[in-house]
């Protein structure tokens, strides 16, 4: 399991897999929600190969679920309306378990609402059992083995590529395009959300090149410094936006399999490379940072150039990790206090 996207609860392994998800239900999809797009799509079987081997799918899905994070979204970018999928607590506005940029999109496409299940124990075998999907998509998560091969009884199941809680926002694309015959469309809307990333960080050269540190930082226990290494879909995120890694980050994750690791904040002068910090939190940590005689060693709470992202909030949830509804949904936003925070720069 993941660390919370926010990290407020500190209550899962890290990456974000969280807890206190509230099981909500819904209408299941008709069977034909996955019907292909106009002008066709692959020729099946299709073959997706991810961290537990192959997965074929032999004819067009039809009834698709999700688990984890991300490829909800995917799918649904794609015009596919779900079955099922994961509960999303964290940055749920209104605790129907589904973020608020895929309830745009479900209602865009005329679909009926997915049934949500709880994952704070894991798939729900039993409810997706019921759901009787012909496709489960997995592809940002963080599967086991032993819980893969269970939901590959229910139905052809496709995992992350590598490491859990770890794919890019592309790969979840475009591995998701493939599973669904819809390789062409797959590609198209990444090509797509690099044109509106792209458009937003032209439009605010301060933050080009600036180096910034993703931090989890607990204001009831400043001790340590939590932060996302350069695998981790957040800093790919600013990394796309035209922001630099600090050395300091390469050098502490280096040899590192983890997406998030953990530094004493006695030793927070390792990070004196830090240009802008973006956290989870708001004024009142930014205030309780710059107090803090440790932390004045580094550059970004020096000057203020921090990001404070409302924990909980569906911003912090947009981009943590950004997908692909959620990123054109915050990217304005998210630009802009960047920008706010580099002018701070010194």
Partial sequence: MRRTLGLATAVVAVGLALTAC???????????????????????????????????????????ATVGWGSTESVLALGVVLVGVAAQTYGDDDGDGILPWSE???????????????????????????????????????????????LSKIAP??????????????????TNAKALGRTADGDALVSDLE??????????????????LFA??????????????????RVAYLSDLGLA??????????GKTEFYLTQSAEEADAFSDVDVLV??????????????????????????AVVALKDG?????????????????????YVGLLADAAAKVK
């Fill in 22 to 64: 509230s099981t909500s239900g819904g209408t299941p999809a008709s069977s034909s929600s996955a019907s292909a797009t106009a002008g066709g799509g692959d020729a099946f079987p299709v073959t997706v190969t991810h961290a537990f081997g192959e997965t074929t799918i032999p004819s067009q899905p039809q009834r698709v």
């Fill in 104 to 150: 745009e999109k479900i209602t865009a496409l005329g679909g009926e609402t997915p049934t949500v299940y709880d994952e704070t124990d894991g798939p729900a075998l039993e409810t997706l059992d019921g759901l009787t999907p012909d496709l489960i998509l997995g592809t940002y998560s963080g599967l086991t083995k032993e819980q893969y091969d269970l």
């Fill in 157 to 174: 199941t496709v995992a992350y590529p590598a490491i859990a809680w770890n794919t890019p926002w592309r790969d979840v694309i475009t």
């Fill in 195 to 212: 044109k509106q990333i792209a458009d937003a960080a032209g439009a605010h050269p301060e933050i080009a090149g600036k180096t910034v």
């Fill in 216 to 233: 989890y930082l607990n204001p009831a226990d400043l001790s340590s410094i939590g932060f996302y290494t350069p695998g981790d879909a």
């Fill in 245 to 254: 890694t600090p050395e300091s980050v390469t050098t502490l994750s280096e």
């Fill in 279 to 304: 956290t989870y939190g708001d004024d009142a940590l930014v205030r309780a940072l710059q107090a803090d005689e440790r932390y004045q060693a580094i550059p970004a709470v020096k000057n203020g």
């Fill in 313 to 333: 909030s569906p911003l912090a949830a947009a981009v943590s990790p950004p997908t692909a509804l959620s990123l054109p949904w915050s990217l304005d936003e």
